[in-house]
């Protein structure tokens, strides 16, 4: 008897059995789309940097209005046609990027946007002053958890800025309270982490800790900061390669990961003023800024010695690694790395759509190219449409400064 599914299972390219599934169980093209646009490298017409922030900007809008409690959509999933449920994490810095588009533009609806976040966030404190873990994974439970609650404060720390009201500060300060008692001696987080493993990436929590500590005056946070931004340091090898710097044990570091790193301990540099910080950042920004090829494309993981054997691209760390060169540029006037940002953006924009009419995919920015990779693969992610933004919106204030 033939079986007629073994048969489709060996003769359809594996990477677009998703979209035939989609098509089969609801006639769902997009899947289709997408995966063929990556699989043949197609792109995306170019915009300027306005037109693809704008078409981002909405896309992170829809993400919010996709749930029922103010918090941004995790991500939408173009197999299964549906959003994710809110994530706490990176709602939490999702607030810093609409409060500087609404100071952009002007516009207090995005301002609104971000207010109603940091209210829904409140809501979430727990007992003790952490933040869980959202709920995106089957063995989920409310847990706390040392990044996310660090990347919350930076957006209720925001939110008071913008506000002045007194209720996000509290709440931010009690989460920094839970940060510093949970802390090593030595500066690590070994309790309460992702995978239960530490994390280099968890200096992106010390730079939340001071600029919280800048606004509260609390030695204590600015203290715990500082000692896991030195532990982060006897991460460092000498070619810049960070140790423990992925989210699991038996993996590379992301793209993504990696530039957690570079950003923390880079605005933690800044902030306090330390060159060992900034230079510590910059040793693993210049790294791959010399491997980032003539077009943009940036490997998704390396290795020890940065040696990388994936053949696909993390577009969220390459978002990041945009926004770390023009910070760079910012700070030292490099045009190296104002370069090597333009075409890390060129690059997404390739990969951005901003026309259409399928939902969840007109602006979004995927975890993986291809799409059907093995970072979040089908999924636009509401990080990659954050830092996206933050890159494309100080490209245009940078332009306008020169201009």
Known sequence: MVNFKQIIRQRV???LRDALWAYRTRRDVSVAVVAIHSALNWHYPVGSDLQHLGAVIGWLCAAQDATPDNGVAAFYDIRVGAWGPSYPETTGYIIPTLFDYA??????MYRDRAVRMADWLLTLQMENGAFPIGPLWQDWERRPIVFDTGQIIQGLARAYQETENGIYLEAASRAGDWLVALQDGDGCWRKFTSQGVVHT???????????????NGDEQHQNAAVRNLEWALTQQEQDGWFRNAAFRLDEDPLTHTIAYTIE????SGVLLND???IESARLAADVLRL???QDGYLRARYGQGWKSDTDWSCLTGSA???????RLFQLTGDLNYLSAARVANDYLKRRHPRHGKLPGVVGGLAGSYPIYEAYEPYRNLNWAAKFFADSLLLSIQLASSQA
């Open 13 to 15: 390219d594996p990477r």
């Open 103 to 108: 100071a952009y533009t002007q516009k207090e």
């Open 201 to 215: 990436y968890n200096v992106r929590v010390a730079w939340a800790l001071l600029q919280l500590s800048f606004i």
């Open 264 to 267: 923390g301990l880079l605005e």
């Open 275 to 277: 060159q060992r910080f």
């Open 291 to 293: 491997r980032q090829e």
């Open 320 to 326: 990041q690694m945009a926004l770390v060169w023009l």
